[in-house]
Each structure stands twice: as C-alpha cells, then as structure tokens.
C-alpha cells in the first residue's frame, strides 16, 4: 500500500517557467511532512516541514504548502541549478516514508 | 556541524566477499537510519536504531545483512556475502527525535561484481 504519491514523476521547465509538484498521502494522522532535494550522487537534502493544514514554508524560489490530503511544492521562476529530484516524506510510526520523487530539469 | 559522515563513498567488490559501511551521525541525535536507494525501489528503510538500540530490522533483506551501533556516534552496515543484487547506494541518515526530519550522508554507492 502507497503512503506517499509523488507527481509528476518527471518535470522540464524552461528557466523561469513556475511550476508546481504535487504529493499526496494516505496516512491518517498525519505527524509532518518532509521535503527533500537530491541531486545526482548525493545524499536526499532537508527543505522543509509541515505539520498543519494550511501551513505554508519559503525557500529561495521554493514554497511548500500542505493540505489534509496534500502538499504541493511551488517552484517560482526557476534556474538551471533547481534541477534535481524533490522527495516528500511522511513518518510512519518511527521512520520515513519517501515517495518515488519528481525529476525536475530546468533548460537555460 | 559536519553532518552525517559515511563512508566509502564508492566500493567495488567482487561477490562474495565482505562488505562494511561505515557512519557517523550528527552529534546529538538520537536516532540512526540506514537506507537503501535503487532505481526500482526507490529509498527503502533497512534499520532503525534509537538510542543505539536496534529498534526495527524488518527491512534489512535477508541475514546476510546486519547493523551494529556500539556507540552514539557509529554505525556499521555489513553485508557477508555480497551479492550482485545487493548493488545500490546505501544511506545512512540520523535525526533528533522520532517522527521528526531526519538528515542524510552522502551515501555509498556499491558496486557487486
């Protein structure tokens, strides 16, 4: 059973083009939810955290949002070097539950 | 602060023989992850300790695999014998609490031959 759904899988914008990512979740009672950003070889790196509906987190040229079914990371005016996979998270007891990430690659 | 400190960074090794991955957590976090990350299945949980106490190994993949974490600031991740399929970059992550954002190393990516 998915607890986290991630979509698109794969995202190409053109620089400055915004956009949105979408993660839904299935868990009931929710205790957060994670972003992340991995680039190639790298380990996943920590954006941000939401934990109430409507709460709403800024960084850079990114801004996380969470609903009770939803998260959507907003991707404003973006640069060559956003390009990288975004993963959500939810816990899950004790642990993390990523999704399978989306793949954004933004051409010059 | 460092961060979470693994290594090696890449090994190569032939099947059969041993392997161990080796991590330092950030200090003073409490709880330690190894993860694993193919193309197919994405990031999974292997182990989870918490306050170096294994709490949960259900995801480590058969007993070729095993984890130890004799202090706060190590953990091991070994794999005797090595297998092909066991090819994958593996992550190590820790965190403050349970339930909170964990932060991850730069992982190593094995290599079975």
């Known amino acids: 059973e998915d607890q986290v759904t991630q979509s698109p899988e794969a995202l190409r914008l053109q620089e400055g083009e915004s956009s949105s990512l979408n993660c839904s979740y299935t868990?009931?009672?929710?205790?957060?939810l994670f972003w992340y950003r991995q680039d190639p070889g790298k380990g996943p790196e920590f954006l941000f955290t939401l934990y109430s509906a409507g709460e709403e987190k800024e960084k850079e040229r990114l801004k996380a949002t969470l609903t009770k079914k939803e998260s959507f990371l907003h991707i404003t005016a973006p640069k060559p070097e956003d390009s990288a996979t975004y993963l959500c998270a939810v816990p899950e007891d004790y642990k993390l539950s990523f999704g399978a990430g989306t793949t954004v690659t933004v051409r010059a | 602060d460092a961060g979470v400190i693994q290594s090696p960074r890449h090994e190569v090794t032939e099947m059969g023989q041993e392997v161990t991955l080796r991590c330092k957590p950030i200090s003073g976090h409490n709880s330690l992850f190894w993860y694993r990350q193919t193309m197919m299945r994405g990031l999974e949980l292997l182990i989870y300790f918490n306050n170096n106490v294994p709490i949960d190994d259900s995801g480590m993949p058969e007993d070729r695999f095993s984890a130890k974490m004799p202090n706060a600031s190590f953990s091991t991740l070994k794999i005797q014998p090595s297998e092909p399929r066991d090819s994958a970059v593996y992550f190590c992550?820790?965190?403050?609490?349970?339930?909170?954002?964990?932060?991850f190393g730069q992982g190593t990516r094995l290599t079975v031959v």
């Open positions: 992550a820790s965190g403050r609490q349970t339930n909170t954002e964990a932060f």
């Open positions: 868990v009931s009672g929710l205790r957060g």
